[in-house]
Nanobody, 119 residues
């Protein structure tokens, strides 16, 4: 059993910043990747940013230069620093962690945290 606890979402004005955190607890084995996804009203869920166990990062084109993903392995935590927020960033943000437990690979998802950017 793995539990992901997300925090940092909320309401912010356009141009402002937020920092999302996602901490994993429970039966943590070998985390191979962490990431953030989001889903806006009327839109499919999309990748925002990912980071692998080797430190390789990947960003959606819409957030490059504004968002930064990072990790703190000792705490099994992934962060998403969001700067210069726009109204289009409004969405429910979901944390995802992939790990290998010895029996196979598994993905774990957070419950989602609402980010609302006001104009």
């Amino acid at each position: 059993q793995v539990q992901l606890v997300e925090s940092g979402g909320g309401l912010v004005q356009a141009g402002g910043s937020l920092r999302l955190s996602c901490a994993a607890s429970g039966s943590i084995s070998s985390i191979i990747a962490m990431g953030w996804y989001r889903q806006a009203p009327g839109k499919p869920r999309e990748l925002v940013a990912t980071i692998t166990n080797l430190g390789r990062t990947n960003y959606a084109a819409s957030v490059k230069g504004r968002f930064t993903i990072s990790r703190e392995n000792a705490k099994n935590t992934v962060y998403l620093q969001m700067n210069s927020l726009k109204a289009d960033d409004t969405a429910v943000y979901y944390c995802r962690i992939s790990q290998y437990s010895g029996t196979g690979y598994a993905d774990y998802w957070g419950q989602g945290t609402q980010v609302t950017v006001s104009t």
